[in-house]
């Protein structure tokens, strides 16, 4: 997988919210190990104290979770990984309607515009059915690799 991360943001923030994706399309499947911190510190090209940082929020938020002897686990609660995706999906569509207002369409056209993509989409046999990542979106800052 590949990071890129933006300015504005802190680091350790951004690479939180690319993990929460990853975690919600199943990248890293619930009640999988998770990697080690220097593992994914020299995948994203960080410090490990930052990616120390960034995992310790996660399981704050529980969506990791450390086993003595096993290292770190995703969490296996269908309840906490579909809250996650609702939370994922609202922030999406929040900044979605957000740019399209900026576009000047009002929350009816939006509401409109997205129905009409999603028939032209299906007729098209354009619609993905399985590949979740393509349909929810990752994070600009985070590219898939």
């Known amino acids: 997988m590949e990071w890129e991360f933006k300015s504005g943001a802190p680091i350790y923030q951004q690479i939180v919210l690319a993990i929460k994706f990853r975690i919600a399309n199943g990248t890293y499947p619930p009640g999988s190990k998770f990697p080690a911190v220097r593992e994914l510190a020299l995948e994203a090209g960080v410090n490990p104290n930052t ?86 979106g990752t994070p600009a800052a985070v590219k898939e690799g």
Request: proline letters at 1%.
């Open 51 to 136: 990616m120390q940082r960034a995992l310790a929020e996660l399981e704050r938020e529980g969506l990791l979770m450390t086993v003595r002897t096993s290292g770190r686990l995703v969490t296996g609660s269908e309840e906490r990984l579909r809250t996650l995706r609702m939370e994922l999906g609202n922030s999406v569509i929040g900044e979605m309607f957000i740019n399209l207002r900026r576009l000047g369409l009002s929350d009816e056209e939006i509401v409109e515009a997205v129905r009409n993509w999603r028939q032209e989409a299906g007729e098209k046999g354009n619609l993905p059915q399985d590949d979740v990542s393509v349909i929810a």
